[in-house]
């Protein structure tokens, strides 16, 4: 197969033994009802299986043993990659990529905010989007990464758009292989990117404290591999956002930017974070 678009592609990555290529196709298509995607790129990471679908029914499968090495991240990315390998004009780009995480389907539901602001975005984007070079998708501040190196806040990574961004610059931006964890001996998580002591606190509060992720549990011999494999996720989605400014890739919050989230906020007061 041999793939010819500059327009819209979605990139899917799931975790399941028996994926129902048409089922997910069907569930995207749901929420995001008002576009219309020319390729599905889907990454099965727990069968390392890439399955490109153009047009609804050219179908190909591709083994990556690679595939989920860093969990959705590397799902994404090689989805990418062999994505332009097809692309009949490699050098080509693409006007949009969707990066789409099967959590927004479970316990990732988007909330009822963002659900609103989507809708009004996805209408502003079939009408006028200008299709400039941006990263778009939901921004989030934390008080847990307080004086740490990412105050500012970053994207959730379960759901994200890729405006007019080369491959190149997403191999920098998704950072395969560049992350290293490692667990000392007073339990603390140390790694290669985010270096200070606020971070490293962040990283056991979040995964090791029972008000922290919803699979937080004590760090034991049989949750220490899990655990560091999380931990590097959770860098992966904080280095991600990191790279975008660095590289002055505008960066857009779909809630910041709604006209209706900015209208819920002034008469709730919610403050969307």
Not at 8 to 13: L, S
Not at 87 to 101: A, C, L, M, P
Not at 144 to 151: F, G, P, S, V
Request: charged share 25%; glycine share 2%.
């Amino acid at each position: 197969m041999k793939i010819n678009t500059s327009n819209n592609v979605c990139i899917f990555v799931c975790f399941t033994q028996k994926p129902d290529v048409n089922d997910i196709i069907n569930k995207i298509n749901r929420v995001f009802f008002l576009l219309k995607f020319d390729v599905y790129v889907i990454a099965n990471t727990f069968n390392n299986e890439i399955f490109i679908i153009k047009n609804k029914s050219e179908q190909i499968t591709i083994r990556k043993t690679e595939l989920n090495d860093e969990m959705e991240f590397s799902g994404y990315f090689y989805a990418m990659e062999k994505l332009y390998e097809l692309e009949v004009n490699r050098n080509s780009e693409k006007d949009t990529i969707f990066f789409i995480n099967d959590t927004i389907f479970k316990h990732g539901q988007f909330r009822k905010i963002e659900r609103i602001s989507l809708f009004e975005w996805m209408l502003r984007f079939r009408l006028i989007d200008k299709k400039e070079k941006k990263a778009v998708g939901f921004w989030h501040k934390s008080d847990l990464l307080n004086h740490t190196e990412i105050t500012e806040g970053y994207f959730n990574s379960k759901f994200f758009i890729f405006s007019k961004i080369t491959l190149n610059e997403a191999t920098l931006i998704f950072a395969l292989n560049q992350i290293m964890v490692t667990i000392n001996e007073e339990n603390n998580y140390i790694n290669n990117v985010f270096k200070s002591e606020q971070y490293s606190i962040f990283l056991k509060k979040w995964l090791n404290n029972k008000n922290g992720w919803y699979k937080s549990s004590e760090l034991t011999k049989e949750t220490r591999n899990f655990f560091l494999k999380k931990a590097r996720s959770i860098i992966h989605e904080h280095l991600m956002s990191k790279r975008i400014i660095d590289l002055n890739i505008k960066s857009e919050c779909i809630v910041k930017k709604s006209r209706c989230a900015k209208l819920i906020s002034f008469l709730t007061k919610f403050h969307y974070q």
